[in-house]
């Protein structure tokens, strides 16, 4: 069910009540769009621009051809991942784990890999786009009290993939070009959300089968989403553009396990000017969940450690919802190309660095991911690379 937080401070009221991982829902961050804000609704121009706004696909240049990323190796992680896992390996009595649970209390840390290849074309039919997505994502928060055995280890940890199918196409209009997209994806994962106790976690050399035996859950569901991108001068210096999707229409029929994705409508405006000494310049700001359909899941837990009912809060943080982007194009020619990418995500800043060398690409990003909500919200710094092969 779904209640709206008028205390935020709910959470942190009581021992037994914890909330996991309330990020925005995502299939998939793209480095190159993070390092931007993850603004991308009005820009376009990505294969990975199916899972913000099809309509981008019209934007992918004519000239290149077919669009081909394989062996799209994407890590994520967070600052302090490497020092907590070991903590919690090393960690051999009770009285050790509630020191290392301690230690971190209240701090969130991630850690995923994604590996997206597609094969891409803008012809001057339309656009077209087909991608496979393999994706892990992991999530852990430490409670040295969540219990009265000592302390609770949390995670909301997912582990899916499917296909992406997206198509575009441009139409020319008296008030100026609009593109139209559509997208449609298959997604099938496990899920894992729940609670660890200290009789679980010391002295297990499988934390995660401890994990899946307890908390594994299997779903899997069609999405349906739509696309609109206006470019209203495009004969200007400017080139503006403002764009409006509405992803997962209907839900994806996932909406019991961690990594639903609810249906969200979503808004960008950008700007691409022509500016002498710079390639490319792009500057975007985008606006997601306009209606908060994203929740914050709260857990109740027993002295045990286990699950024994949970509710969903609506959390609905403007800034939460905002992304401001910059990309600084220097060189761009068909052996070689780099990008400087800088912005602002949930409030906080993201940069990025995208490079090509002949059918080689490497994209770094950061960002910061927030949790929870309003005055409990928990910064997680997140550090991206991308290795590809492409062209």
């Known amino acids: 069910m779904k209640k709206k937080i008028i205390l935020s401070a709910l959470i942190g009221a009581t021992t037994s009540l914890m909330a996991l991982g309330a990020e925005q829902a995502s299939l998939y961050k793209d480095p190159r769009i993070m390092g931007m804000g993850g603004a991308n609704i009005a820009v376009g121009g990505y294969s990975s621009s199916v899972f913000s706004n099809p309509a981008g696909l019209a934007s992918i240049k004519k000239e290149n051809g077919y669009l081909v990323d394989i062996l799209s190796?994407?890590?994520s992680g967070s600052a302090g991942f490497g020092d907590f896992a070991s903590d919690i390996s090393d960690a051999n009595t009770n009285e050790d784990m509630t020191a290392v649970l301690q230690k971190y209390a209240g701090e969130h840390f991630h850690i995923g890999f994604d590996n997206y290849s597609s094969v891409s074309k803008n012809s001057d039919l339309f656009a077209w786009s087909v991608g496979l997505l393999a994706s892990s994502d992991v999530n852990f928060e430490a409670h040295p009290n969540g219990s009265t055995n000592g302390g609770l280890l949390e995670t909301s940890s997912r582990v899916y993939g499917g296909v992406i199918l997206g198509a575009a196409k441009e139409y020319s209009t008296e008030i100026g070009r609009v593109d139209?997209?559509?997208?449609?994806?298959?997604?099938?994962?496990?899920s894992y959300e729940g609670a660890l106790g200290?009789?679980?976690?010391?002295n297990n050399d499988d934390i995660g089968k401890t994990l899946q035996d307890k908390y594994e859950q299997t779903s899997s569901g069609f999405g349906l989403d739509l696309g609109l991108t206006y470019h209203p001068f495009e004969d200007t210096m400017w080139h503006p553009a403002f764009g409006l999707s509405v992803l997962n229409i209907g839900g994806m029929g996932m909406d019991d396990n961690f990594g639903k994705q609810p249906t969200?409508?979503?808004?960008?405006?950008?700007?691409t000017p022509e500016i002498g000494y710079i390639d490319k310049l792009v500057l975007a700001i985008d606006y997601v969940d306009m209606f908060n359909e994203n929740t914050i899941r709260i857990y109740d837990y027993n002295d045990d450690g286990e699950v024994v009912a949970f509710s969903d809060y609506t959390d609905s943080d403007f800034i939460k919802r905002l992304r401001i982007g910059a990309g600084f194009g220097i060189i761009d020619t068909s052996m070689f190309s780099t990008q400087i990418n800088i912005g602002l995500y949930q409030g906080a800043y993201t940069a990025g660095l995208d490079m090509a060398a002949s059918v080689f690409k490497l994209n770094l990003a950061t960002y910061a991911e927030q949790v929870?909500?309003?005055?409990?919200?928990?910064?997680?710094?997140?550090?991206?690379?991308q290795l590809a092969i492409g062209w």
């Open 73 to 75: 190796f994407d890590l």
């Open 180 to 190: 139209v997209g559509v997208g449609l994806k298959f997604i099938t994962q496990k």
């Open 198 to 202: 200290l009789s679980e976690l010391v």
């Open 264 to 271: 969200t409508v979503n808004i960008g405006a950008s700007i």
């Open 372 to 385: 929870g909500t309003g005055s409990v919200d928990i910064s997680d710094r997140r550090y991206m690379a």
